[in-house]
């Protein structure tokens, strides 16, 4: 493995020869927008629903169902109403009806507690299990905003889930004067910015050295240490292929717990190679394959996944559902695979019995809370304090989450159940912690053990703990490959109805595998990790970048030295003097890259779809970045903005295809009509409300908001990287407080 002494770099810079320091997410501090709980004080002293049609809604009616006595009034001055809060419930047939009445409030003059809430199904995306977000609902959630900015504390968005108890929870929301809330199963959210969860390359990190063309894959020199990691030849996975074999072209491999076992020397006997999922490429197939054939865009269980080429068996792949990123299709397979087999093949869960999930944040932890829910089971989750929102976000209350930590976890969930403790469970954890894991299982229990570093006797267990079953497994071995074969067609299905979504993803390069090998052996993460994977013919890929030269030019010269984009397309406005464009031309000599500038405003519908209906077929987009949208004062209410429909049109226009990235950098909203102090995206609910249905489809987007002065250009390029490291939909970059400090924004007219 080639060393250098690392070296620091400034910020925005590339990292130049390989083997020196790459602080990939230094920069500015970010804020993460998230859909956080917050308290509410209780229903107003009188409301009343107000209806835009003179036949009620459904929602209309399952609200007065769910708030007996409460007054229906038809629509006619809703900005006026005796009671201090109006609940007005859009006909999903006549969406603009409720659109009139906003604009009717917003005409009328202020009275002393006069307010309009508007209640939506289907418009935000508040959860990660949420489902696709209605467009036709989201125009309505747009419209309220713009309200919101023009006239502070006069109107709200309350937008619900399909949960009975959301619908009782209305009342409690509106004695907040937050604008935008959303009720999941009874609880009441916000939109709140926080320090971005990003797992930065760590201080003296130091890239492996790529050892020549492929084929080559992640292996170990040695074991004990994150060091014995390097890219070495792999000659064997080039040799003829045989029976049902297939080999694939990677694009992205899953880190799992056992590769760090297996680099440190914990891993007791020899896993094989390093890497055991992955997402890619069918490149050729062995005599005896009838499923795939080449071309096909397939994620399952390999060998020796972390590397440009890799040979497994066809029956062990499935399609990556359509639109879904490499990474993100990478994080499934032996994750989903592992708590499947664990909690029902092995555990014989059931609908109606109660399972303990330990560290539940995980991306076997994650999986096996969503399977055991979608199995009809009581789940019980541990994680570190830290991580257990993300508990409450999978929808574990606070009397099913515990600490894994410490043993606690025995008392508050033998109390919880009144005693009877509970009837599987799935354990990730060691010593004390299964000795108190036991005892929570009675006669018929089962102890399913995924843990490599405290394995027990499942006689002594027998003996000491009567009727108690001891599962211990490894996934391949116990399940064998017609059985896996199952399991991930089944998996398939079920993300394919939504029943199941995909993991967090954090995404490091395979070069900085040694990273996200550290950050895995401290448990820094929640979801999973994955290494993108170099294409074996170095890139052929494209990558789309709309907005002015001065933000694309760096981005190009930055994504052409390190990304492997062999085409960039650059649409923005005419170059002057065509001086930039000559200079970057100049940047980018010797460098294996094709430029392709197109004159336009880089919000013009017609110029985006001549630039992406021009990409030939044969170097598909791998990337769109659209840095156009600038600080502009936000559109009058009930205005198209030039930026959103761009990056609307962008997402139609690429909808279908796997991208790794699309990033949408905006400013924050300037001028005189402002926007509300609780909009997280500062006036760019449009853009943020697109990422997140994005997420919803499981296709990659994020969305980085600058403040109102901009950044640097080349601050752009760590903002690229970013982008690729995670699967965060919204970040902002944090202002800096009078103390020079960055600060969150709150909404200050948040009573509740």
């Given amino acids: 493995m080639t060393t250098t002494t690392p070296r620091a770099r400034p910020f925005g810079?590339?990292?130049?020869?390989?083997?020196?320091?790459?602080?990939?997410?230094?920069?500015?501090?970010?804020?993460?927008?998230?859909?956080?709980?917050?308290?509410v004080t209780g229903?107003?002293?009188?409301?009343?629903?107000?209806?835009?049609?003179?036949?009620?809604?459904?929602?209309?009616?399952?609200?007065?169902?769910a708030h007996p006595g409460i007054p229906l009034s038809a629509s006619g001055a809703p900005a006026g109403p005796a009671a201090p809060a109006v609940l007005a419930v859009p006909a999903d047939e006549a969406p603009e009806q409720a659109l009139a009445l906003v604009r009717a409030a917003l005409a009328a003059p202020d009275r002393p507690g006069a307010r309009l809430a508007l209640l939506t199904r289907g418009a935000v995306s508040a959860r990660d299990t949420?489902?696709?977000?209605?467009?036709?609902?989201?125009?309505?959630?747009?419209?309220?905003?713009?309200?919101?900015?023009?006239?502070?504390?006069?109107?709200?968005?309350?937008?619900?889930?399909?949960?009975?108890?959301?619908?009782?929870?209305?009342?409690?929301?509106?004695g907040s004067t937050r604008s935008q809330l959303a009720i999941r199963t009874g609880t009441v959210l916000a939109p709140e910015s926080a320090p971005a969860a990003l797992l930065p390359l760590p201080a003296g990190h130091v890239r492996l050295a790529l050892p020549g063309p492929p084929p080559w894959r992640l292996t170990l020199i040695g074991k004990g240490t994150l060091e014995n990691l390097a890219l070495d030849l792999c000659d064997e996975v080039a040799e003829p292929l045989v029976g049902s074999q297939v080999r694939l072209a990677v694009q992205a491999a899953g880190v799992n717990f056992r590769d760090v076992l297996d680099t440190l020397g914990l891993y007791p006997g020899d896993p094989g190679p390093l890497g055991a999922e992955g997402t890619g490429t069918v490149l050729d197939t062995g005599p005896d394959a009838t499923v795939l054939k080449p071309g096909d865009h397939v994620t399952g269980l390999l060998t020796g996944a972390f590397g440009p080429v890799a040979v497994t068996d066809e029956h062990l792949l499935v399609p990556v559902p359509p639109g879904w990123p490499a990474a993100r299709a990478a994080a499934v397979p032996a994750a989903f695979a592992t708590a499947s087999y664990g909690l029902f093949d092995l555990g014989r869960l059931?609908?109606?019995?109660?399972?303990?999930?330990?560290?539940?944040?995980?991306?076997?932890?994650?999986?096996?809370?969503?399977?055991?829910?979608?199995?009809?089971?009581?789940?019980?989750?541990?994680?570190?304090?830290?991580?257990?929102?993300?508990?409450?976000?999978?929808?574990?209350?606070d009397d099913h989450i515990a600490s894994s930590r410490t043993t606690d976890f025995e008392r508050e969930f033998r109390d919880a159940t009144s005693g009877q403790g509970v009837d599987v469970v799935l354990n990730a954890l060691a010593h004390e912690a299964t000795d108190a894991s036991l005892r929570l299982l009675g006669p018929g229990g089962r102890?399913?053990?995924?843990?490599?570093?405290?394995?027990?006797?499942?006689?002594?267990?027998?003996?000491?703990?009567?009727?108690?079953?001891?599962?211990?497994f490894d996934l391949r071995e116990a399940a064998g490959p017609q059985r896996l074969a199952g399991i991930l067609r089944d998996l398939q299905r079920l993300f394919a109805t939504r029943v199941l979504h995909p993991p967090t993803v954090h995404v490091f390069d395979v070069q900085d595998a040694a990273a996200a090998f550290h950050h895995m052996s401290r448990a820094?993460?929640?979801?999973?990790?994955?290494?993108?994977?170099?294409?074996?013919?170095?890139?052929?890929?494209?990558?789309?970048?709309?907005?002015?030269?001065?933000?694309?030019?760096?981005?190009?010269?930055?994504?052409?030295?390190?990304?492997?984009?062999?085409?960039?397309?650059?649409?923005?406005?005419?170059?002057?003097?065509?001086?930039?464009?000559?200079?970057?031309?100049?940047?980018l000599e010797g460098l294996p890259v094709e430029l392709?500038?197109?004159?336009?405003?880089?919000?013009?519908?017609?110029?985006?779809?001549?630039?992406?209906?021009?990409?030939?077929?044969?170097?598909?987009?791998?990337?769109?970045?659209?840095?156009?949208?600038?600080?502009?004062?936000?559109?009058?209410?009930?205005?198209?903005?030039?930026?959103?429909?761009?990056?609307?049109?962008?997402?139609?226009?690429?909808?279908?295809?796997?991208?790794?990235?699309?990033?949408?950098?905006?400013?924050?909203?300037?001028?005189?009509?402002?926007?509300?102090?609780?909009?997280?995206?500062?006036?760019?609910?449009?853009?943020?409300?697109?990422?997140?249905?994005?997420?919803?489809?499981?296709?990659?987007?994020?969305?980085?908001?600058?403040?109102?002065?901009?950044?640097?250009?080349?601050?752009?390029?760590?903002?690229?990287?970013?982008?690729?490291?995670?699967?965060?939909?919204?970040?902002?970059?944090?202002?800096?407080?009078?103390?020079?400090?960055?600060?969150?924004?709150?909404?200050?007219?948040?009573?509740?």
């Fill in 596 to 752: 392709h500038p197109v004159d336009a405003d880089p919000a013009d519908p017609e110029a985006l779809r001549r630039a992406v209906e021009a990409v030939p077929a044969e170097a598909p987009l791998t990337a769109v970045v659209h840095a156009a949208a600038d600080a502009r004062p936000a559109p009058a209410a009930d205005k198209p903005d030039g930026s959103d429909a761009a990056a609307e049109l962008l997402h139609r226009l690429t909808g279908e295809l796997p991208l790794d990235t699309f990033l949408l950098i905006a400013t924050a909203r300037s001028g005189s009509r402002g926007h509300d102090p609780g909009d997280p995206t500062r006036g760019h609910t449009g853009l943020e409300s697109l990422v997140r249905h994005r997420h919803s489809l499981g296709l990659a987007a994020t969305l980085v908001v600058l403040p109102p002065e901009g950044a640097r250009p080349t601050v752009l390029t760590s903002l690229y990287d970013t982008a690729r490291h995670t699967d965060a939909p919204v970040l902002t970059v944090a202002e800096a407080a009078p103390d020079g400090r960055p600060t969150a924004r709150s909404d200050p007219h948040d009573g509740g």
């Fill in 13 to 39: 810079t590339t990292a130049g020869a390989v083997g020196t320091a790459d602080p990939v997410l230094s920069g500015p501090p970010l804020l993460q927008v998230r859909w956080e709980p917050v308290p």
């Fill in 524 to 587: 820094r993460h929640t979801g999973k990790l994955v290494l993108r994977i170099p294409p074996p013919d170095g890139g052929q890929g494209s990558v789309l970048l709309a907005g002015p030269l001065a933000h694309t030019a760096p981005l190009a010269r930055h994504i052409a030295a390190g990304q492997g984009a062999r085409h960039l397309w650059l649409v923005g406005p005419p170059d002057g003097d065509g001086r930039a464009l000559a200079r970057l031309r100049s940047q």
């Fill in 350 to 397: 059931t609908a109606g019995e109660r399972v303990l999930v330990h560290c539940a944040t995980g991306g076997v932890g994650s999986a096996a809370v969503q399977l055991a829910r979608h199995a009809g089971a009581e789940v019980f989750g541990t994680a570190s304090p830290p991580k257990q929102p993300e508990l409450r976000r999978l929808g574990l209350d």
């Fill in 447 to 472: 102890f399913v053990e995924m843990g490599k570093t405290d394995p027990r006797d499942p006689a002594d267990i027998a003996r000491d703990h009567p009727g108690v079953a001891y599962l211990a």
């Fill in 43 to 65: 229903p107003p002293p009188a409301w009343s629903v107000l209806t835009p049609t003179a036949a009620p809604s459904a929602l209309t009616e399952e609200l007065r169902a």
């Fill in 130 to 174: 949420d489902p696709a977000t209605d467009p036709e609902q989201e125009a309505l959630r747009r419209l309220v905003l713009a309200a919101a900015a023009e006239r502070p504390g006069r109107f709200t968005l309350i937008d619900l889930d399909a949960d009975p108890a959301s619908l009782t929870a209305v009342a409690a929301a509106l």
